[in-house]
């Protein structure tokens, strides 16, 4: 079955720099890729999300890159504020054979002012 | 257009009682999903289901833990017989039919289990 891992762990920045975060996938199959972001206490809420038709996207702060052949996506978060920090997940699934979502371990940012 | 809603928000049984956790989906989803997540860990898979079926219950332990989505009413995870172990945040998402498989979440249920 489909394997997600995500790195780092924990990323620490400055604000208003720049915070990437790593996924790699294993079942080629997979086509949907979303990103959730869970303040302490919260609900996982969907960021941004990308599907396998296209290599990038992008919404004001946040982009999201993928790379079919290495298998792997990653999110960036430019310009850095203290209420980005929260656990990020991202997520791999094939759509159209039952939407079972695997998530990866989650990336705690800390976003110092 | 209310989100996905759970209930209760807390829940806290004594070793051996039965929990129940309730899930509606977002209006217009026929798919739920339940996850578990344990403090300061990931979310993990526990089952799949649309409307009166079960379609992957692959992540749910194979004991005390069953699940439904009824034809009417709510889908619900039960936990019989709880040990200080099922204590976790309990998230259940939904999504819409086929083609469309963005999941939307829940605020979880806190199971604690004295």
């Known amino acids: 079955g489909e394997n997600v891992e995500q790195h780092p762990s924990t990323l620490s920045v400055q604000e208003g720099d720049s915070a990437v975060i790593k996924c790699t996938y294993s079942?080629?199959?997979?086509?949907?890729f979303p990103w959730y972001k869970q303040e302490l206490g919260k609900r996982p809420q969907l960021i941004i999300d990308?599907?396998?038709?296209?290599g990038e996207k992008k919404d004001q702060r946040i982009a999201v890159t993928l790379n079919k052949t290495a298998k792997h996506f990653s999110l960036h978060i430019t310009e850095t504020q203290p209420e980005d920090s929260a656990v990020y997940f991202c997520?791999?699934?094939?759509?159209?054979?039952?939407?079972?979502?695997?998530f990866g371990a989650g990336t705690r940012l800390f976003v110092k002012a | 257009n209310a989100g996905v809603m759970q209930n209760p928000r807390h829940l806290v049984r004594r070793r051996g009682q039965e929990a129940r956790l309730r899930c509606s989906p977002m209006?217009?989803?026929?798919?739920v999903y339940w996850y578990r997540q344990l403090p300061e860990e990931g979310l993990k898979f526990m089952v799949y289901?649309?409307?009166?079926?079960?379609?992957?219950e692959s992540g749910m332990p194979k004991e005390r833990f069953s699940a439904e989505f009824p034809k009417e009413g709510p889908s619900i995870l039960r936990i019989q017989q709880v040990v200080r172990g099922d204590s976790a945040a309990y998230f259940c998402?939904?999504?819409?039919?086929?083609?469309?498989?963005?999941?939307?979440f829940g605020p979880g249920t806190r199971l604690t289990v004295l």
């Open positions: 289901l649309q409307k009166e079926n079960i379609i992957d």
């Open positions: 998402a939904s999504s819409q039919d086929r083609g469309r498989g963005t999941q939307y």
């Open positions: 990308i599907r396998s038709n296209v």
């Open positions: 079942d080629s199959a997979s086509n949907y």
């Open positions: 997520a791999a699934s094939i759509n159209g054979e039952g939407f079972k979502t695997i």
């Open positions: 209006k217009g989803h026929s798919h």
